[in-house]
């Protein structure tokens, strides 16, 4: 096999179970896609069927792109003939699903899953950072944690990785143990459970039930890393005891959590952490507000230490840590009346982590106002309205000035709240993008925050060209 190559020609024959089309065996490639808008030359495409396109239709575009070969179904093979180098299986997401599946195989890496309600994307990031710091390390990119992101992401993994970080999600019971069985870590972290995805289930212990699938898949001898505040932890353990987990490590404000958290301490921008982590105490910069994300960094500590990394070493990589886009990304911008700070919250939204950006957004003390704008939070099922109007505590006891609101269960928030915090509100979030824009003052710290669907990324989106992007806040 050619070093250079990801995959060999003849490999993926194999692997695949394929048969070629369209001229010879490809030479292999360099990458693995499933887009063709972020498609490199040399990758390998797969013409994945969604649920609202289906990738044999974008397969030609990839081969003018430069793609080395296209996977694709025999049902479609008769309109795709000559359009290039083609491999011809029977179900395109099953062969991915075996392209990954021999990528884990064949792999020698330290490898870490995460999962959790709530920070499962940032701690993915911040192991990524760390472990970097003394090997070549693959991840996870973006959110790439379901059914085809898991095997995609294990397929695009180089043979010579010392170390691999895999986030995997779930909406319904049953989602996580296929995927942990793929990927194998030996370490399986759960930042925590909240009430996120409640049309799938009745209870949040049956959350935490899905979520602690995560161990079904741990490799023998295997850690599981569980957050010791939360109600359901010794569920949880339950779950990691039953598994092949040698040890059962917790991270928390808990006294008797492995990896304990003493202080926090705001410093522009990012915060002082002390804790003590296995017996040792440390003093560390996270390059990131939030005593969430300082909770959540015990939890790559001690990752990081399981996997054999000196825990200063691991500790000091965390002061270059930043938030993932659309999850605390902090940003300056020029209002018209001068300079504010932008807390981008935009990719997703639960009770539990809208109550954690209330408390970030509490913690800036210095703004002349703190503005929320908010969107709905999907999928919370029946009490969706009451777990809304929930909110407004939060809002309260952290001080936050004003608020705008889209989205019909966010009215029901916004009509709680007393009126002098009510900025607007309107059905749709592309309806409060100019009213926003035009309140912001000098001073203010905007922190913009929904469920994906909500579709509040576009606000965020047009701030940052509206009001030119200087530098990054307060690193």
Not at 220 to 249: C, F, M, T
Not at 269 to 275: E, H, K, N
């Given at each position: 096999m050619n070093?250079?190559?990801?995959?060999?020609?003849?490999?993926?024959?194999?692997?695949?179970?394929?048969?070629?089309?369209g001229g010879a065996v490809p030479a292999g490639a360099d990458g693995v896609s499933i887009d063709t808008r972020t498609l490199q030359p040399g990758d390998l495409f797969f013409s994945i069927i969604g649920e609202n396109s289906d990738g044999h239709d974008f397969a030609a575009a990839a081969l003018q792109k430069g793609a080395a070969a296209a996977v694709v179904d025999e049902s479609h093979i008769e309109r795709l003939k000559g359009i290039g180098p083609l491999y011809v299986v029977r179900d395109t997401l099953r062969a991915l699903e075996a392209l990954g599946v021999a990528s884990r195989a064949r792999s020698l890496a330290g490898i870490v899953a995460v999962t959790g309600s709530v920070g499962k994307t940032s701690t993915k990031e911040a192991l990524r950072l760390v472990?970097?710091?003394?090997?070549?390390?693959?991840?996870?990119?973006?959110?790439?944690?379901?059914?085809?992101?898991?095997?995609?992401t294990l397929a695009r993994m180089p043979a010579d990785a010392r170390y691999g970080v895999f986030e995997i999600g779930m909406n319904h019971p049953g989602e996580i143990t296929p995927l942990v069985s793929m990927v194998r870590p030996q370490v399986a972290i759960?930042?925590?459970?909240?009430?996120?995805?409640?049309?799938?289930?009745?209870?949040?212990?049956?959350?935490?039930?899905?979520?602690?699938?995560i161990f079904s898949g741990l490799a023998p001898k295997g850690v599981a890393i569980i957050h010791r505040d939360i109600p359901q932890y010794e569920r949880l353990r339950?779950?990691?005891?039953?598994?092949?987990?040698?040890?059962?490590?917790?991270?928390?404000?808990?006294?008797?959590?492995?990896?304990?958290?003493?202080?926090?301490?705001?410093?522009?921008?990012?915060?002082?952490?002390?804790?003590?982590?296995?017996?040792?105490?440390?003093?560390?910069?996270?390059?990131?507000?939030?005593?969430?994300?300082?909770?959540?960094?015990?939890?790559?500590?001690?990752?990081?230490?399981?996997?054999?990394?000196?825990?200063?070493?691991?500790?000091?990589?965390?002061?270059?840590?930043?938030?993932?886009?659309?999850?605390?990304?902090?940003?300056?911008?020029?209002?018209?009346?001068?300079?504010f700070t932008l807390i981008d919250e935009s990719y997703n939204a639960n009770p539990a982590s809208m109550r954690a950006a209330f408390a970030?957004?509490?913690?800036?003390?210095?703004?002349?106002r703190r503005i929320a704008v908010l969107g709905d939070m999907l999928e919370l099922g029946p009490?969706?309205?009451?777990?809304?109007?929930?909110?407004?505590d939060?809002?309260?006891?952290?001080?936050?000035?004003?608020?705008?609101?889209?989205?019909?269960?966010?009215?029901?928030?916004?009509?709680?709240?007393?009126?002098?915090?009510?900025?607007?509100?309107?059905?749709?979030?592309?309806?409060?993008?100019?009213?926003?824009?035009?309140?912001?003052?000098?001073?203010?710290?905007?922190?913009?925050?929904?469920?994906?669907?909500?579709?509040?990324?576009?606000?965020?989106?047009?701030?940052k060209e509206r009001y030119a992007l200087s530098t990054p806040a307060d690193k």
């Amino acid at each position: 096999m050619n070093a250079n190559l990801l995959w060999s020609g003849f490999n993926l024959v194999s692997v695949l179970d394929a048969r070629v089309s369209g001229g010879a065996v490809p030479a292999g490639a360099d990458g693995v896609s499933i887009d063709t808008r972020t498609l490199q030359p040399g990758d390998l495409f797969f013409s994945i069927i969604g649920e609202n396109s289906d990738g044999h239709d974008f397969a030609a575009a990839a081969l003018q792109k430069g793609a080395a070969a296209a996977v694709v179904d025999e049902s479609h093979i008769e309109r795709l003939k000559g359009i290039g180098p083609l491999y011809v299986v029977r179900d395109t997401l099953r062969a991915l699903e075996a392209l990954g599946v021999a990528s884990r195989a064949r792999s020698l890496a330290g490898i870490v899953a995460v999962t959790g309600s709530v920070g499962k994307t940032s701690t993915k990031e911040a192991l990524r950072l760390v472990l970097s710091t003394v090997g070549k390390t693959h991840a996870s990119a973006a959110s790439y944690n379901n059914h085809w992101g898991v095997p995609l992401t294990l397929a695009r993994m180089p043979a010579d990785a010392r170390y691999g970080v895999f986030e995997i999600g779930m909406n319904h019971p049953g989602e996580i143990t296929p995927l942990v069985s793929m990927v194998r870590p030996q370490v399986a972290i759960i930042t925590t459970v909240a009430p996120v995805h409640l049309e799938a289930f009745d209870s949040v212990d049956q959350i935490a039930d899905a979520k602690g699938e995560i161990f079904s898949g741990l490799a023998p001898k295997g850690v599981a890393i569980i957050h010791r505040d939360i109600p359901q932890y010794e569920r949880l353990r339950d779950h990691a005891r039953n598994s092949a987990a040698a040890q059962v490590l917790s991270f928390g404000e808990h006294e008797g959590a492995d990896a304990r958290l003493e202080r926090a301490e705001l410093v522009a921008g990012a915060q002082i952490v002390s804790a003590w982590i296995l017996g040792t105490q440390l003093r560390y910069r996270l390059g990131a507000p939030g005593r969430h994300m300082a909770l959540n960094s015990l939890s790559v500590l001690l990752g990081a230490r399981a996997l054999g990394m000196d825990l200063t070493e691991a500790a000091r990589a965390l002061a270059k840590f930043e938030p993932p886009t659309g999850r605390g990304q902090r940003l300056k911008l020029m209002a018209p009346s001068g300079v504010f700070t932008l807390i981008d919250e935009s990719y997703n939204a639960n009770p539990a982590s809208m109550r954690a950006a209330f408390a970030l957004l509490g913690e800036e003390i210095h703004a002349k106002r703190r503005i929320a704008v908010l969107g709905d939070m999907l999928e919370l099922g029946p009490d969706s309205s009451n777990l809304h109007r929930g909110l407004a505590d939060a809002i309260e006891t952290n001080k936050v000035d004003a608020v705008f609101a889209s989205g019909p269960m966010m009215k029901h928030l916004y009509d709680d709240l007393p009126a002098n915090l009510r900025g607007a509100w309107t059905e749709k979030s592309a309806d409060l993008s100019e009213t926003v824009a035009s309140a912001i003052k000098a001073g203010d710290v905007v922190m913009v925050k929904g469920s994906n669907g909500s579709r509040m990324g576009p606000i965020v989106a047009m701030l940052k060209e509206r009001y030119a992007l200087s530098t990054p806040a307060d690193k």
